[in-house]
Each structure stands twice: as C-alpha cells, then as structure tokens.
C-alpha cells in the first residue's frame, strides 16, 4: 500500500497554504484562482484559506481524541492508492507525484478521510453517509475500504460531494522531508 502526493513540479512537493502566515496564504490563493488552474479554482479573497484552516484543526481534533499522535499542527496530504483516474494529474499544470510506501510512516501519524477532506466536514453536505465529518485511524479507513471498496472503484463523474479517492492527512515530517528532499525537478 502507498500514498501518493501529487504537487505543480515548479514548486515541489509537500507544501501547504496552511503553514503560511494569511496574507501570504490568500495572495498565492488568489493568484491561482485568477489562473484559473484547475485544482485552484476556489474562492478567493480569504475565504477558502479561513475555511481550510478549521477544516485542518477539526481533523486534527478528532484525530488526536482517537489516539493518534500528530507531529505537525498542520498536515501533508496524499492519497491512499494512486488515483486511477488521473484527476490527481488534472490538479496542476505540470503535476509531479511522489510515491511513498505506508510503511514507511509511523501511522499513528496519519488520519484518513473517505474522499476530500472538504466536502467531508462540508456543513453544506448533507446526505447522512457516516464517513462525513470523521477522520479515520489506519485500521479503521482499512475497514471502511472493506465495507465501500476503493472510492475511485465506483465514483464515476465529478461530484463535490462524491468521495473519489481516499484521502491521507499526513501530520508527521518524516519520512516526507526525505521524499522532499530526494525530489528533483525532471
């Protein structure tokens, strides 16, 4: 089993606008929104950066009241399993991925939601499926996969609130400053 990290190749990997302070999180926000980049296009002017920050510490909230023991205040993400798809390589202009085998992790560092973590703890979702508003220990996403399959087994058009992938919240720096490191534009 691997997560992938899929990241825009000029920049690198495994950054967050989260570890930015807020006028430099919106400014690159905003940026992206008016190239209209295809995984940027999201509210500008702050909202989106206001919203991903309570969304990161409510996951990181229940992840803790599991029993898992974050590292980061903020997370890393990836995905558990490439992305089949080939959305992950839609997300950027000249995307590059990062493969990391899950063992590699001490995984009481790493929660799991059931899809994107956006339309996971969305208030504005609201159709009662029980992987909303929840992150997932290592065991438990492997018992959810066993109970609904691989997401992007049976997800089949974009939908917001359609999980199509299962998503890892990465709350360590290891081994990731190791993959950040060895990383080289190609």
């Known amino acids: ?7 825009e190749k000029s920049h690198g990997p ?3 606008l989260s570890d930015l302070n807020n006028d430099e999180a ?3 926000q905003n940026n992206l929104s008016a190239r209209s980049q295809i995984y940027a296009r999201r509210c500008a002017n702050g909202q989106y950066i206001f919203e991903r920050r309570i969304v990161e510490k409510r996951a990181y909230a229940m992840f803790v009241r599991k ?3 974050p590292q980061r205040q903020i997370p890393y993400y990836g ?3 490439e992305n089949e ?3 992950g390589y839609e997300w950027f202009v000249d995307c590059g991925v990062v493969k990391i085998p899950i063992d590699e992790f001490d995984k009481s560092t790493i929660s799991f939601t059931h899809g994107d973590t956006f339309p996971t703890f969305s208030p504005n979702v609201t159709d009662g499926m029980e992987y909303r508003n929840t992150v997932y220990t290592h065991d438990e996403i492997l018992k959810m996969i066993e109970k609904y399959g691989m997401p992007q087994d049976t997800w ?3 939908v917001f ?3 199509c992938y299962v998503e890892a919240q990465i709350w360590s720096d290891e081994p990731v400053m190791r993959y950040k490191n060895n990383w080289k534009q190609k």
């Open 1 to 7: 089993m691997f997560l992938y990290h899929y990241f």
């Open 14 to 16: 495994f950054l967050n």
């Open 26 to 28: 919106i400014q690159i």
């Open 67 to 69: 029993g898992g023991k």
């Open 79 to 81: 995905l558990l399993s």
């Open 85 to 87: 798809l080939e959305e």
């Open 156 to 158: 089949d058009k974009p």
């Open 161 to 163: 609130a359609q999980p």
